[in-house]
């Protein structure tokens, strides 16, 4: 990308920028309809042009269904996941390695209580989030939506940065798996390089997403089955080794009551471990991405959104009680708990105590599932952002290319190719330059609930100011506008709280400093480069273009007749 600029001047010299609509498109003497063009290059649909036709003519009825026709052929995807995908994917599409894994750094850091505490508020902030997004979702379910609604209700600027950033996010994710993946095969097999295990891994992750979004959510579908598995039977054990049933002993609430606990650290131990349990709940947005591509968005998103409430209170919340029951949060063990350490993970600890010798192999093959599940959804989740981005001219136009099965395959590529060469920096020298590359994603996934939050608001404030009920939401958000508010005051704290530890000690550490606030300037450099380069203007609440892909645009596949009321006056 060192030659961004110049790839962008190099995008179609002529740009058609959709222009508002009254709210009362579908009464409107002036509607506008589109007329679109759609070009096969070797089986790849691409978006040749987006003209208007301003004819002040009402559409006929088979002239909808012709347009509606050619909008989807337009957009490329294909809508095809069904409801038991969605459910299982937002049920356990994020459970992985900030569980499985980092839960024990958590305990270690604050306690049983306050581990329990930071799941629990940060748990009730991940809610509001995602009751947010999925308002927006249901509404107007767009693939790689994040950056399409802060454009849309904000500033193209804005929805610019974060599409990039948390394109990048995701890249490095998927890198970080692969590595994962070879530490993880090296417990097998120590004699085979990690490195093809690695390179075996992301031939996996592109035949996943290469031939069809189905092949994508199967293999998610499977694989969260796996993990949901997993954390029931964990929850079970657990509870019968607390009371004693299994282990020969009783643990009950005496881990609770050791010196120290159960705040260890107090009011500070809890917010250290806000970050790390951010960092376990990313991924939950997901459910947002995937709902461009969902076969029935008005009735699946919603359901998806609501089982976040109960994924929270069971898996998360669940998981960390019991462990803090069992283990005791100064055993340290819990700090030494990595992927080529499977054995120190506080879930292979209490099987253990529970006499199940070969915990540590079964949870060896829980985390090798679980890469490949982060993997899969990593790279799922950059090839749509990337997508989206080119779909609005922010991204060269090549990536809106799409196969006959609906796949961008370009974005794909170049997303595949990325996280590929990251991974491959990691096997240079000390791993310096992998490191600071990882580095620049740092915070961006809370820089992407921030989005989230701060498009939520936008949304719902030009949705009332345009004369909109509200009731003809299918889905509306749990406390609004507590719940967004909360989100945006909780979650700007933790992104410029999270480098506290260069302070600590009385003493100033530089690179710990940077290594924190890195990806910061970076966001705000990306939105610099495209206020001033394209001089983009702030959306007005009233100009916000509310009708276009939602439920209420009788050119999309996923209008409703009859859901927007003002149709009916």
């Not at 029951?325 to 992927?339: E, F, G, K, Q, R």
């Not at 679980?370 to 060269?396: D, E, F, K």
Request: proline share 4%; hydrophobic share 45%; aromatic share 12%.
């Amino acid at each position: 990308m060192r030659d961004l600029g110049a790839i962008f001047a190099r995008r179609q010299s002529k740009r058609h920028r959709h222009q508002s609509t009254p709210p009362l498109v579908a009464q409107d003497e002036n509607t506008q309809s589109q007329t679109h063009s759609v070009s096969a290059v070797h089986g790849i649909d691409e978006v040749v042009e987006i003209s208007e036709d301003t004819t002040g003519s009402e559409p006929k009825e088979d002239e909808q269904e012709a347009t509606a026709s050619s909008q989807t052929k337009v957009h490329g995807l294909k809508r095809s996941l069904s409801a038991r995908h969605l459910s299982f994917i937002s049920l356990g599409g994020t459970l992985g390695t900030g569980l499985f894994i980092s839960a024990g750094t958590s305990l270690a850091t604050a306690g049983p209580g306050g581990a329990l505490v930071s799941y629990v508020f940060l748990g009730g902030i991940v809610f509001f989030l995602m009751s947010s997004l999925g308002e927006m979702a249901t509404f107007m379910p767009i693939a790689g939506s994040f950056n399409e609604y802060s454009s849309r209700f904000a500033d193209p600027a804005i929805g610019f940065a974060l599409g990039w950033n948390y394109w990048f996010n995701y890249v490095c994710v998927t890198a970080s798996e692969l590595v994962a993946a070879g530490i993880v095969m090296r417990n097998y097999l120590p004699h085979v390089n990690g490195v093809v295990w690695s390179m075996i891994s992301a031939a996996i992750l592109l035949g996943l997403n290469l031939f069809s979004v189905r092949g994508y959510a199967e293999a998610e579908f499977w694989f969260a089955a796996i993990k949901v598995v997993t954390v029931i039977v964990f929850i079970i054990v657990g509870i019968v080794v607390a009371a004693g049933g299994l282990g020969n002993h009783t643990y009950g609430v005496e881990n609770w009551k050791i010196e120290g606990a159960p705040f260890h650290d107090g009011v500070p131990g809890v917010l250290a471990t806000l970050v790390l349990t951010g960092y376990a709940f990313q991924g939950t947005e997901v459910v947002g991405i995937i709902a461009g591509e969902a076969a029935d968005p008005v009735r699946t998103v919603p359901k998806a959104i609501r089982q976040v409430f109960w994924r929270i209170l069971l898996f998360y919340v669940g998981c960390i009680f019991i462990i803090g029951l069992i283990i005791p949060y100064n055993d340290p063990s819990l700090v030494n708990a990595s992927t080529d350490n499977i054995g120190q993970s506080p879930f292979a600890m209490v099987f253990s105590k529970a006499g199940l010798k070969p915990a540590a192999d079964v949870m060896n093959a829980i985390i090798l599932t679980t890469v490949l599940s982060a993997g899969n959804s990593c790279i799922y989740i950059a090839t749509r952002t990337l997508w989206n981005l080119a779909m609005h001219g922010q991204a060269p136009a090549v990536f809106r290319k799409v196969t006959k099965s609906g796949i961008p395959m370009y974005s794909l590529g170049l997303s595949l190719s990325i996280a590929t060469a990251i991974f491959l920096l990691s096997l240079i020298g000390n791993q310096v330059v992998y490191t600071w590359i990882l580095s620049l994603a740092g915070v961006t996934g809370f820089v992407s609930w921030l989005g989230i939050a701060f498009s939520h608001l936008r949304f719902r404030g030009a949705y009332v100011r345009q004369g909109f009920d509200v009731n003809d939401l299918p889905y509306k958000s749990v406390l609004y506008p507590f719940g967004p508010v909360l989100c945006l005051v909780v979650i700007t704290v933790i992104v410029f709280g999270q480098g506290w530890p260069s302070f600590a000690g009385g003493s100033f550490h530089a690179k710990t400093f940077v290594t924190s606030y890195v990806s910061i300037p970076v966001t705000v450099a990306l939105y610099l480069f495209w206020k001033f380069g394209k001089k983009t203007k702030w959306v007005r609440l009233e100009d916000a273009d509310i009708v276009k892909d939602s439920i209420f645009d009788q050119t999309s596949d996923v209008y409703a007749p009859g859901r927007n009321s003002r149709e009916t006056r």
